[in-house]
């Protein structure tokens, strides 16, 4: 089946230093997306996206779909303590309705 | 974004109990229904989808006659943990899809503890 491998597992960063998070499917997707879950929530929508090539900001978030439509990531410039939790990515694959989750990336900033 | 609601957000039952869990979309029709659970700081582990009109979809490994998912309706699903046992504890999550958008909407979860 498909499979959606996510590295690294745990990420320690300064406060201030930056911060990536890869994503890498088994087969070619539809589209990707990615969420946050804060300690103790449940998963938030981040952005999705759906074109070969695509990136997309949201302030110090930057998302990138490869070329082949199979990889992903996620950088955070100039890490805040605000963005501790865990970032999963999750793909479609073509045809399907089923999302695959990344097993999660945990980040912890130390202030 | 689209609001799920989850209910109850935790409960503790007896070893041998049944508990029900229900998941609503509240200003969507959720055509899909994703349960998954997570166990403490691993990932989301997909136990079954529903769609709408037909029957849950359960992933390997997945007891469907201990985890028993209905998709009553377009707005509420309900998973009933049947006999729990201790094991069963863990964090269970839903999450909801409606007609025409591919992101998923996720409820508040709710954390089962079997005595």
């Known amino acids: 089946g498909q499979q959606v491998m996510q590295i690294p597992q745990y990420q320690h960063v300064q406060e201030g230093e930056d911060f990536t998070t890869y994503c890498n499917s088994s087969?070619?997707?539809?589209?990707i997306q990615w969420y946050k879950q804060r300690p103790g929530g449940h998963p938030v929508f981040l952005i999705q996206?759906?074109?070969?090539?695509e990136v997309k900001k949201q302030k110090r978030l930057t998302f990138q779909f490869g070329e082949a439509k199979k990889n992903s990531s996620l950088h955070i410039t100039a890490t805040q303590t605000t963005d501790v939790g865990t970032y999963f990515c999750?793909?479609?694959?073509?045809?399907?309705?089923?999302?695959?989750f990344g097993k999660g990336t945990k980040l912890s900033v130390i202030p | 974004g689209a609001v799920v609601s989850q209910h109850p957000s935790w409960v503790i039952c007896k070893s041998g109990t049944s508990v029900k869990i229900e998941c609503r979309s509240l200003?969507?029709?959720?055509?899909?229904m994703f349960w998954y659970r997570q166990f403490p700081k691993q990932s989301l582990m997909l136990m079954a989808t529903?769609?709408?009109?037909?029957?849950?979809?359960?992933e390997q490994g997945v007891e469907k006659d201990k985890f028993l998912i209905n998709h009553a309706s377009l707005t509420l699903s309900t998973l009933t943990v049947t006999s729990a046992h201790p094991e069963d504890s863990s964090f269970y999550i839903c999450?909801?899809?409606?007609?025409?958008?591919?992101?998923?909407?996720f409820g508040q979860g709710t954390r089962l503890t079997v005595v």
């Open positions: 087969t070619t997707l539809s589209n």
């Open positions: 200003d969507f029709q959720a055509t899909t």
């Open positions: 999450s909801a899809r409606g007609r025409w958008n591919t992101e998923a909407f």
């Open positions: 999750a793909g479609l694959k073509a045809g399907s309705y089923q999302l695959t």
């Open positions: 996206l759906v074109k070969s090539g």
């Open positions: 529903s769609n709408e009109g037909s029957k849950a979809t359960y």
